[in-house]
């Protein structure tokens, strides 16, 4: 069964400390998402990969970070954690095919709390 | 103005009804259309894709409406299985999707 894995699924956190979100995908796709969810907001695109080394902006990367040093991982930094940054954070990975979304498979979620 | 939206809900519906919701989205060039299901607490799921011809999937009923700019679905026979959120996506390109908030779906017995 194919798996996209995040690290943890509840943080907390305090204001001012570094944060490091991991992802890791089995499935050996090229694309790789870090969305964070808000009531009433949608799913927001923070960054993207499409290739190891390789990374977008996405919507809203103020305050954050990513990496991407293997093709199976995928980290979301946030260089110093603030209190707006409390959401659940999601990570998704896909391959490139038809429209990219099929294949789309997201991790359960990581729900950070910063205090 | 969002680019996607949807009447966040929730809309109570008795198990058995038919029930019907809908995704507005505003660029014109939106390529593919997504209905994903998302319940308490988990990671959203791909429901099915949404055809310009519209289609069907068991007791769901996707529908395009390009002109009016709307996705639509349509649960019949609804299950208490059924409440959870659900989400619609529209696609620009191979890695940019652009998602709605979401429609909270409650069956009740």
């Known amino acids: 069964d194919v798996k996209v894995t995040q690290s943890s699924r509840y943080l907390v956190k305090r204001t001012g400390e570094k944060v490091f979100l991991e992802c890791v995908q089995d499935?050996?796709?090229?694309?790789m998402f870090w969305y964070r969810q808000d009531p009433g907001l949608g799913l927001r695109l923070i960054y993207f990969?499409?290739?190891?080394?390789?990374?977008e902006k996405g919507d809203i990367p103020e305050g954050y970070s990513v990496s991407r040093e293997k093709k199976e991982r995928f980290s979301l930094i946030l260089e110093s954690a603030s209190t707006n940054q409390t959401s659940m954070y999601l990570c998704?990975?896909?391959?490139?095919?038809?429209?990219?979304?099929?294949?789309?498979?997201f991790g359960s979620g990581t729900r950070l709390t910063v205090v | 103005r969002k680019e996607v939206e949807q009447d966040p809900g929730p809309f109570n519906v008795p198990e058995g009804a038919t029930v019907a919701f809908n995704c507005t989205y505003s660029?014109?060039?939106?390529?593919?259309f997504f209905w994903y299901r998302q319940d308490c607490r988990k990671e959203p799921k791909l429901l099915m894709s949404?055809?310009?011809?519209?289609n069907e999937d068991g007791r769901f009923t996707a529908q395009l409406n390009r002109a009016s700019q709307y996705i639509s679905l349509l649960i019949r026979d609804s299950k208490l299985s059924d409440s959870a959120t659900y989400l619609c996506?529209?696609?620009?390109?191979?890695?940019?999707?652009?998602w709605g908030a979401g429609t909270k779906l409650i069956i009740k017995p």
């Open positions: 949404v055809y310009s011809s519209g």
């Open positions: 660029n014109s060039a939106s390529q593919s």
């Open positions: 996506v529209v696609t620009h390109s191979n890695y940019q999707l652009i």
């Open positions: 990969s499409y290739d190891v080394k390789m990374k």
């Open positions: 499935m050996d796709h090229e694309n």
């Open positions: 998704a990975s896909s391959s490139i095919t038809g429209t990219g979304v099929y294949g789309y498979t």
